[in-house]
C-alpha cells in the first residue's frame, strides 16, 4: 500500500525558513511526479508546487513562487519543500501527494505536517 | 490561479442523491478532461474518489459518479451513508498548474 509520511512541520517566525520532507514508500518513487498541497486551518486546498519523477521540472503557485522550492532524492524516496521567507499567511496544514503515473490527478495523499508561522 | 468555486455546503438524508457542483473556466475545468474530487475527513489524508470528469478509482464504489458541463463539474453521491459525510474539493489541471474548489461540506442527517 502506497506510503507517504511528512515531517519537519512545527513553529516558525515571519521571515524565516522551514524545510518539510515527504517519505515515500511501497511504489517505485523514482517512477512518479510528486505535488505538495496546503490547507489553511478552516479553509479548503491549495495546490503547492509539482516535481516530475526525476526533479528536471517543476512548477509553483503564484503565492509560493519564488519563495519555496521543491526537490527530491529518489535514492532515499524522499520529497522536499524548502520554505522561505514564511509569511503568516503561509500557516497552513502541508500535504504530499503522488502525481498518478502519466496523468493528471493526485492518487495518494500523506496525513500532512503543521506550519505554524508566527511572532 | 482563482480556486474553482464550490458550494459551502450540502445535505441529505441517509439513500437520498445529492450533487455537488464544481464552476471553473474555460481555462481549466473548460478546458482539460482532468477534473479530479477528493473526499477528505478532517485529521486523515485526502482520498481520491473521481478523476479525468467521470472515472472512479479501483476501491470507489459506483454511488460516486462524475461529469461536467462547459466550465462545470458536478460529483453526484447516490444513495447517502453515514460514512460519506466529509468535505469534498474538486480539482482541475489548468495547464502547468493545478487549481482547487474551495471545498463543500456534505452532511448527512
Known amino acids: 500500500q502506497v506510503h507517504l509520511v511528512e515531517s519537519g512541520g512545527g513553529v516558525v517566525q515571519p521571515g524565516r525558513s522551514l524545510r518539510l520532507s515527504c517519505a515515500a514508500s511501497a511504489f517505485t518513487f523514482s517512477s512518479f511526479g510528486m505535488h505538495w498541497v496546503r490547507q489553511v486551518p478552516g479553509k479548503g486546498l491549495e495546490w503547492v508546487a509539482v516535481?516530475?519523477?526525476?526533479?528536471?521540472?517543476?512548477d509553483y503557485a503564484e503565492s509560493v513562487k519564488g519563495r519555496f522550492t521543491i526537490s527530491r532524492d529518489n535514492s532515499k524516496n524522499t520529497l522536499y519543500l524548502q520554505m522561505n521567507s514564511l509569511r503568516v499567511d503561509d500557516t497552513a496544514v502541508y500535504y504530499c501527494a503522488r502525481r498518478a503515473y502519466r496523468s493528471y490527478h493526485l492518487d495518494y495523499w500523506g496525513q500532512g505536517t503543521l506550519v505554524t508561522v508566527s511572532s | 490561479q482563482s480556486a474553482l468555486t464550490q458550494p459551502r455546503s450540502v445535505s441529505g438524508s441517509p439513500g437520498q442523491s445529492v450533487s455537488i457542483s464544481c464552476t471553473g473556466a474555460s481555462s481549466d475545468v473548460g478546458d482539460y478532461n482532468y477534473v479530479s474530487w477528493y473526499q477528505h475527513h478532517p485529521g486523515k489524508a485526502p482520498k481520491l474518489v473521481i478523476y479525468d470528469v467521470n472515472e472512479r478509482p479501483s476501491g470507489v464504489p459506483d454511488r460516486f459518479s462524475g461529469s461536467r458541463s462547459g466550465n462545470t463539474a458536478s460529483l453526484t453521491i447516490s444513495g447517502l451513508q453515514a460514512d460519506d459525510e466529509a468535505n469534498y474539493y474538486c480539482c482541475s489541471y489548468a495547464g502547468g498548474h493545478w487549481v482547487f474548489g474551495g471545498g463543500t461540506k456534505l452532511t448527512v442527517l
Open positions: 516535481i516530475s519523477y526525476d526533479g528536471n521540472n517543476n
